[in-house]
């Protein structure tokens, strides 16, 4: 027991001040031995599960909550994501594009993380789809940066109500 009586310590008190930096290391590491003993499927199913609850999304559930609330239907609700994220329509169809890689686990050390960890945005993405549309929606991730591409980009497979 501790002095405050409880049994467990405050976990402010156990991480150091430079949690970020080893933070990243120890899952780039992580990350590194996955692949090098685990099978991809499991890894990609992993990753992906990780992303539905990532703490560095761009978009908060309250935020896609707001939108699909103000939403008049499913399409209103994707033109809508068009203007307040990086939803893109090109040609009828719809991608998640982005410029470069945001997450605070790469930053600029694209060379250090490999294409896998990109199953976590697209984990992310298909969780924010199932909020605002409400169904399960298919999405292929056809670009990625940490795979040597000038941009990461999911095709949303939406098919007509």
């Known amino acids: 027991m501790y002095p405050n009586g409880s049994t467990t310590e405050k976990m402010e008190e156990k991480i150091p ?4 930096e080893k933070t990243r290391i120890r899952v780039r590491e992580l990350l590194k ?3 090098a003993h685990g099978d991809s499927t499991t890894i990609k199913t992993i990753l992906e599960a ?3 609850r990532c703490p560095f ?5 309250e935020q896609l909550l707001t939108i699909k609330a103000e939403a008049t239907d499913p399409n209103d609700f994707l033109e809508m994501l068009c203007q307040k994220w990086r939803l893109k329509k090109e040609n009828d169809q719809y991608y998640v594009v982005f410029d470069k890689c945001y997450c605070p ?3 600029d050390d694209t060379e250090e ?3 896998t960890l990109c199953h976590c945005t697209l984990g992310n993405i298909k969780h924010k789809l199932r909020i605002g549309l409400g169904r399960e929606i298919e999405v292929e991730m056809q670009k990625t940066i940490l795979g040597g591409d000038d941009e990461c980009r999911f095709h949303l497979k939406i098919e007509a109500d």
């Open 105 to 107: 686990l790469v930053l």
């Open 57 to 61: 999304t761009h978009l908060p559930d």
């Open 113 to 115: 993380f490999s294409g």
């Open 33 to 35: 031995n996955m692949e």
């Open 17 to 20: 001040p430079d949690t970020t």
């Open 50 to 52: 990780c992303g539905a």
